[in-house]
Nanobody, 126 residues
Framework: QVHLVESGGGLVQVGGSLRLSCAGSGQISNTYVRGWFRQPPGKEREVVAAIDWNGGNTYYADSVKGRFTISRDHAKNSVYLQMNSLKPEDTAVYYC???????????????????WGQGTQVTVSS
């Protein structure tokens, strides 16, 4: 069984920053592909960012490029999402995800979503 626990969400003003953390435990390799989905209110879930087994390859949605940074710590089996210059449209529930693979695909969806955290709310107020 895999456990992914997010933390770091909250309420922030436009232009502010938040850092999301996701700690993995259980039957999860610390080198699996990890990433973040988000689901804005009333909208479809979307991939935000993903990172491969050693952090050498990353993916970002166009809407967050230059503002968000994904990173990982193998020793802690954790992944992080540093979110800067936040906008109201970043308001969403953010979900940590782990895929049982080690590299990001060159085509298609960067994340499958094999295992999910419970989600953490991020609200950006204007």
């Amino acid at each position: 069984q895999v456990h992914l626990v997010e933390s770091g969400g909250g309420l922030v003003q436009v232009g502010g920053s938040l850092r999301l953390s996701c700690a993995g435990s259980g039957q999860i390799s610390n080198t699996y592909v990890r990433g973040w989905f988000r689901q804005p209110p009333g909208k479809e879930r979307e991939v935000v960012a993903a990172i491969d087994w050693n952090g050498g390859n990353t993916y970002y949605a166009d809407s967050v490029k230059g503002r968000f940074t994904i990173s990982r710590d193998h020793a802690k089996n954790s992944v992080y999402l540093q979110m800067n210059s936040l906008k109201p449209e970043d308001t969403a529930v953010y979900y940590c995800v782990a895929d049982r693979k080690f590299t990001l695909p060159t085509v298609g969806n960067p994340l499958r979503g094999d295992d999910w955290g419970q989600g953490t709310q991020v609200t950006v107020s204007s």
